[in-house]
């Protein structure tokens, strides 16, 4: 029982990490757009 609580917990650690990750890339992804260069 132990084990299988311990998959779990892993898996839901890995989304939540996952999730993160990928907002703060969509969030660097506007800074980067926001504060570029403008070309002319």
Same mark, same amino acid.
């Given at each position: 029982? @132990? @084990?299988?609580?311990?998959? $779990?917990?892993? *898996? *839901?650690?890995? $989304?939540?990490? @996952? #999730? @993160?990750? &990928?907002?703060s890339? *969509?969030?660097? !992804?506007?800074? !980067?757009? *926001? $504060? &570029? !260069? $403008? #070309? #002319?």
């Amino acid at each position: 029982m @132990k @084990k299988i609580l311990l998959v $779990v917990l892993t *898996a *839901a650690g890995a $989304v939540l990490a @996952k #999730r @993160k990750y &990928d907002s703060s890339q *969509a969030e660097h !992804a506007l800074w !980067a757009e *926001a $504060v &570029d !260069a $403008v #070309r #002319r």
